[in-house]
Each structure stands twice: as C-alpha cells, then as structure tokens.
C-alpha cells in the first residue's frame, strides 16, 4: 500500500533531501544543501527522495 494512499488517519505525503558529507563541510552547509533537495522533492511532486 502507497503510504499517500493510507487514509485512517489523515492523508500524507512523504519527501526526503539526502546529501553526503564533502570534504570542507560544517553542519550549516550540510544542513543547507538538505534543506534545497528537500524543496526540489516537494516542488517537483512530492513523494520522493532527492539526492543534493
């Protein structure tokens, strides 16, 4: 079952950022690249993992 299909509760989606450390980073820029994949999943559809 499709979690956005799961409706006993209320519906939901679900989207993700995923990025790796780079050599050079601190938590700000970590936190600042995830944040970007997490807006381009939702901006381009929802329900999906973006890597960044």
Do not use: C, W
């Amino acid at each position: 079952m499709l979690i956005q299909e799961h409706k006993v509760i209320t519906p939901i989606t679900m989207s993700f950022g995923i990025v790796q450390y780079e050599k050079g980073d601190d938590a700000k820029t970590i936190f600042k690249r995830a944040d970007l994949a997490l807006y381009r999943a939702k901006d381009t559809g929802r329900n999906k993992v973006v890597i960044g």
